[in-house]
């Protein structure tokens, strides 16, 4: 039985992943500061700490060895040197949890090799404050640098599903109800999308071939928020008009300025199904037009 340990296990793809490690028969450890309640039972082990404090991290993990690390929280390189100083020697495989926010808009599908955090150099501040797309760069270069230490950085574009805290599908299903408009800079801008589930079987993946180096990970296909707009339709028989631009509360999280989009195949020539976005984004929708009893 493999034991693994989550960082950052109680929601969202995260939660999925606690749930598909249980039934694959792992020994599950999560780890959190304690603040928010989980629906595992005695099914799992539980340390608290406050992952921003080393020596509580420390103290938490002790002298305990895993097969595997995810860590699904970690935004700073000094939460990755930290991790990285903790685990070397005492873990199999540590996954990180990254993004596509790590590339630069391009004009073609991003590849791994389109970031490359083993030659970016690490560049801390006295705050310790980073935007997101730099704090991801300096995690996975801090980590990438350690040759004492297996690493994958799974790189996720957007994660939708209903349990999607923050609301990013459900503001344009919301504003297409109420027949609002919705501020879009480029309404036909391609993007990549992942569903939660699917992130969570991913890492799972990612755990069992022990995957090295980044890896992107992504549903097959692409959509503009034109056609998720057109797929809301279809669903709910509103439309929402959209605008180049609106009062910020209008504005779309989907609004970017050109196409965003990644190439998955590195892990489907490594064997990973991934799921076809233009099958499941309907799907979604729908749920959240039945929630809301359409």
Not at 25 to 37: K, P, Q, Y
Not at 61 to 84: H, K, L, M, Q, R
Not at 260 to 284: I, V
């Amino acid at each position: 039985m493999k034991k693994v340990l989550v960082l950052g296990g109680t929601r969202f793809f995260g939660k999925r992943l606690v749930a598909n490690l249980m039934d694959s028969g792992a020994e599950v450890t999560i780890l959190t500061r304690g603040n928010s309640n989980d629906d595992f039972g005695g099914n799992v082990n539980r340390l608290v700490a406050d992952r921003k404090d080393p020596e509580s991290l420390k103290q938490a993990v002790g002298s305990c060895e895993y097969d595997v690390v995810y860590d699904n929280i970690c935004y700073t390189p000094e939460e990755a040197g930290d991790a990285a100083q903790l685990f070397a020697g005492r873990v199999g495989q540590y996954i990180l949890t990254s993004t596509l926010s790590v590339y630069d808009f391009a004009d073609h599908p991003l590849k791994e090799e389109d970031f490359d955090p083993y030659l970016y150099q690490v560049i801390t501040n006295n705050n310790g404050e980073y935007n997101y797309k730099e704090g991801k760069r300096q995690a996975e270069a801090v980590l990438f640098s350690r040759h004492d230490l297996n690493v994958t950085a799974v790189r996720f574009p957007i994660v939708l599903g209903t349990d999607d805290y923050t609301k990013r599908l459900l503001f344009h299903v919301e504003h297409a109800l109420k027949g609002e408009a919705i501020g879009l800079p480029a309404p036909d801008a391609l993007i990549s999308f992942i569903h939660a589930e699917e992130a969570a079987q991913f890492l799972k993946w990612a755990g069992e071939v022990k995957f090295d180096g980044p890896v992107n990970a992504c549903s097959n296909g692409s959509v503009s928020v034109r056609e998720i707009m057109d797929m809301i339709k279809l669903e709910t028989g509103k439309i929402a008009p959209l605008h180049p631009s609106a009062e910020i509360d209008h504005m779309s999280p989907f609004g970017i300025p050109g196409d965003w989009t990644m190439d998955n195949s590195r892990a489907a020539d490594a064997g990973f199904s991934f799921w076809n976005l233009k099958e499941w984004m309907p799907q979604l929708i729908a749920e959240y037009s039945k929630d809301m009893n359409l």
